[in-house]
């Protein structure tokens, strides 16, 4: 059985730690898909920023989400 992708945050979440599966652009034989863990810092205009532990910020399109979920800071 396959699992399901789902995107179980939304912009009530920023401040959070979450994890986010996106789809990816990249040319043939390359991985369609990746995994950013940071902070969600904003979600505006389609487009969410998540800082991640060393600083850098990835801004993710919201059409690319493919599942995404708060984590628990440790």
């Known amino acids: 059985m396959r699992g399901r992708y789902a995107v179980r945050i939304t912009p009530a979440d920023i401040g959070q730690r979450v994890t ?3 789809r990816t652009h990249a040319g043939e034989g390359q991985p369609s898909t990746t995994d ?3 902070v969600l810092r904003s979600w505006d205009k389609g487009v969410l920023r ?3 532990r060393d600083g850098r910020v990835s801004e993710i399109p919201e ?3 493919l599942a995404a979920k708060v984590i628990s800071i440790t």
């Open 50 to 52: 998540v800082e991640r």
């Open 36 to 38: 950013v863990l940071g």
């Open 63 to 65: 059409a690319d989400l």
């Open 20 to 22: 986010i599966r996106i």
